[in-house]
């Protein structure tokens, strides 16, 4: 039965603002990892490269403010803090210092991951009748998926 927010019970809004809180944390710091390697990105394919990460750390900034907003729509707390979001998060940051391929790898790793996390999200939300919730994680599980393809080619 599809639920609005509104509807939901306290217990499904605590395990989907739970779930949500942990997307968040993982494009967070896989928006800061692509920009790290925006910045850093050295070698033949700079100019590509340098374009990818930077359409990735922009549009993963819009996600984290899209994912945060459905935690507070359904009246849950949102964490805002760099030191919650670096514990809870499965992806790990870099300083940076690597070859553009290492770079591609990490990144395409850290978008499976996410979309992984996001999916598992989308999956809890549809449990509990969320449809809107998991809308909007199927739309960025897509988005992280595609993201992997790209990077994926370039390794091809």
Not at 63 to 90: C, F, N, P, W, Y
């Amino acid at each position: 039965m599809t639920q609005t927010a509104s509807a939901l019970s306290t217990d499904a809004k605590t395990a989907i603002a739970d779930a949500l809180n942990q997307s968040v944390a993982e494009t967070a710091v896989t928006t800061m990892l692509a920009q790290n390697f925006h910045w850093n990105v050295k070698g033949m394919a700079f100019g590509p490269l340098h374009a990818l990460f930077q359409e990735i750390y922009e549009d993963h900034f819009t996600a984290q403010d899209d994912l945060a907003e459905r935690i507070r729509a359904i009246d849950a707390h949102a964490e805002g803090t760099l030191a919650g979001m670096l514990k809870r998060s499965k992806i790990d940051e870099h300083d940076g210092h690597a070859t553009d391929k290492e770079m591609i790898k990490m990144m395409q790793d850290a978008q499976e991951a996410l979309a992984a996390t996001i999916a598992g999200c989308g999956e809890l939300a549809a449990k509990h009748g969320d449809t809107l919730t998991e809308d909007l994680c199927i739309a960025r599980g897509q988005t992280h998926e595609k993201f992997a393809w790209f990077l994926r080619s370039h390794l091809a």
